[in-house]
Each structure stands twice: as C-alpha cells, then as structure tokens.
C-alpha cells in the first residue's frame, strides 16, 4: 500500500497486489493498471485537483484523503490479501 509515490509504482510493476491511495493527484493519466492494483479515492466531486484548481475547494486542508478513514483502507486491504 501507498501513496502516488515511486515505491508503489515499482509494486505494482513487480507484480505485488498494490492498493495506491490517490487524493489531489490524477490516476487516470497512469493508463490503465494490472488487475493487481487497486486505485483508493475518497471519491469527491473536487478530485483531483492538482492541475486545476489545487486544492481550492477545501482551502488546502486535503478532504480528499483526510475523508479516507484507516478502516475502509484496511477493509480493501484483507479483501486484496485474501
């Protein structure tokens, strides 16, 4: 599990089932993923923001990943790992 970092993309390269957790970033420019890796958004209307309007609808605080709680995470975690 990560954010969009490069340790995450080497994961999913590799072949590990990967769960990427993406807030004001875009995913969608990736192309399309392997089927063991997983996309997590909080699913906001604002989202991603990063080359819009960054971070504008929520002032700078991030909604977009604070609304991801660690038990949703874990959830979509035990289901990829069984």
């Known amino acids: 599990m990560g954010n ?13 089932p990967t769960l ?3 807030g004001p970033t875009p995913d969608r420019e990736l192309g399309p993923l392997p089927p063991h890796v997983r996309i997590l958004r909080s699913g906001l209307e604002c ?7 960054r971070l504008q609808a929520c002032a700078g605080r991030i909604d977009c990943l604070r609304t991801l709680g660690v038990s949703t995470v ?3 975690l035990e289901r990829m790992l069984k």
Do not use: K, S
């Not at 969009?4 to 590990?16: E, K, Q, Y």
């Not at 989202?47 to 309007?53: G, I, L, S």
């Open 47 to 53: 989202e991603p923001c990063w080359f819009r309007d």
């Open 74 to 76: 874990l959830e979509i």
């Open 20 to 22: 990427m957790i993406f």
């Open 4 to 16: 969009d970092n490069g340790l995450a993309h080497v994961a999913a390269a590799v072949g590990a």
